[in-house]
């Protein structure tokens, strides 16, 4: 049967005040409107449901055997579409995000605490792994979004862009470059560096930089977490390149970051499952992660690295 539940709720209004008019009224609709719904019901159903005069409308037999299982069949619906409503409007659950070291210490803390405030119902587990990890984690719906780093094959993620950073020179306080407010690529020729190895997202981003740059330089080491960069340039391994997210450098250390140019960037992503829906609690933070890396933004644009 092809009928409509606009129909239907007309049929049970009419059966309920014994008038087309008083129906109209209350569900917002004209009485031609009315009577067009009833008649289009009866044609579906095959029978008719109401005996229609200049002065009553009375139910057949057939439309108060239909109209006393409706009125409890509508009632059911208004009671799941109100559950489903309700489920919608939750502030409360789990949510898993995943992140590689350096966004994990330098942007979700205060993500996290931001969550906790707004919405302590909600239970956020950040998971610190590095980026291919994060990346088959969220495929394999092991967390609901990741924040991980663009380029990245996304034909089956869908990724929103919330936060570019600058590549910069970090150094001793000692060294040549420090002496300089910008230290141009051109300048790593020759130079010993220390990067993070693979499992970075950042390392393919850095390796392209020196390549379009026609940089020659020594890597001397590859590190695997971002924190044991400072001081293996503090002992004077080599220098390095970080993006800005690994600021704030090391309290008492001896180390100084400056700008390279021309200015490289790279794009942080939250990224998800295409074609899947957050959870209410989910969406709300990944909401949150979006506001905090907006912020962040503003607040290096009002204080610079160096």
């Not at 009553?56 to 055997?65: F, K, S």
């Not at 210490?105 to 405030?117: G, I, Y």
């Not at 092991?142 to 919330?162: K, R």
């Amino acid at each position: 049967m092809n009928y409509s539940l606009r129909q239907l709720r007309v049929f049970v209004a009419i059966a309920r005040h014994g008038s087309f008019s008083r129906a109209g009224e209350t569900i917002g609709l004209s009485q031609s409107a009315v009577s067009h719904s009833i008649k289009e019901l009866e044609k579906e159903v095959g029978v008719t449901l109401l005996d229609r005069t200049t002065r009553e409308v009375v139910l057949t037999e057939a439309g108060q055997r239909l109209v006393s299982r409706l009125e409890r069949a509508l009632d059911e619906l208004n009671t799941t579409l109100q559950d489903a409503r309700h489920y919608g409007q939750q502030r409360s659950g789990k949510v898993h995000v995943a992140a590689s070291p350096t966004i994990s210490a330098h942007l979700m803390p205060q993500c996290l605490s931001v969550s906790e405030k707004l919405y302590p119902g909600i239970k956020v587990r950040l998971r610190d792994r590095p980026q291919q990890w994060v990346l088959e984690s969220i495929r394999n719906a092991e967390v609901d979004f990741g924040i991980v780093i663009d380029p990245i094959q996304t034909a089956d993620l869908y990724c929103q862009p919330v936060l570019l950073e600058p590549f910069l020179l970090l150094c001793r306080s000692d060294h040549p470059f420090a002496g300089q407010k910008q230290v141009s690529w051109q300048s790593l020729n020759g130079c010993r560096l220390v990067l993070q190895d693979y499992a970075s997202g950042s390392r393919a981003l850095l390796d392209e930089a020196l390549r379009q740059q026609g940089i020659n330089a020594e890597i001397v080491q590859e590190i695997g977490h971002p924190a044991t960069l400072f001081p293996m340039v503090e002992a004077g391994i080599g220098i390095s390149i970080v993006p800005a997210l690994a600021l704030p450098l090391p309290a008492g250390s001896s180390l100084v970051v400056r700008a390279l140019q021309p200015e490289i960037n790279r794009s942080l992503m939250l990224a998800r499952r295409k074609n899947r829906t957050l959870s209410p609690a989910g969406e709300v933070i990944w909401e949150v992660v979006q506001q905090q890396a907006a912020l962040l933004t503003q607040r290096r644009a009002r204080h610079p690295f160096y």
